[in-house]
């Protein structure tokens, strides 16, 4: 039985990553609407030596780093650059503990960035800047958010 590669199936890959930015960017807690029409065309006509895994990965690390509702090209021409999720260095895995620690604190505290900070053990200061860093905007995380408008 021969099953084909994902770069053997590429109409199932804008099919997949859109799928796999709706199941993480509610994982992390972002609005994100889909991709640019560029950047699903990168990430077509990627090589994926790493199949559906690796398409996985890339997906994952542009949901972490968006910060618009339409993934941009650049977004996605950085991940597909960057090296296997599997194997991060110690500078990623501390940035990406980070982010999800800092969306855990806001959905915990309904974004409330002094309860948060507090948690956290952190001034409000310190801690709004952690939030601006990672691109987070504590009102996405409030329950009022959608009536405040």
Known sequence: ???????????????LANHFLAKLAAKY?????????????????APWPGNVRQLYNVVEQVCALATAPLVPLALVQRGL?????????????????????????????????ADAARLADRNRTEFYRLLQKHGLNPAQFRDDADVAS
């Open 1 to 15: 039985m021969h099953l084909p590669t994902l770069g053997e199936r590429r109409e199932d890959i804008p099919l």
């Open 29 to 45: 807690g972002k609005t994100l609407n889909g991709f640019s029409a560029e950047a699903l065309e990168a990430l077509a006509t």
């Open 81 to 113: 650059r960057a090296p296997p999720m599997e194997v991060l260095s110690y500078a990623e895995a501390k940035q990406r503990f980070e982010l999800d620690y800092l969306v855990r604190l806001l959905k915990l505290t309904e974004g409330n960035v």
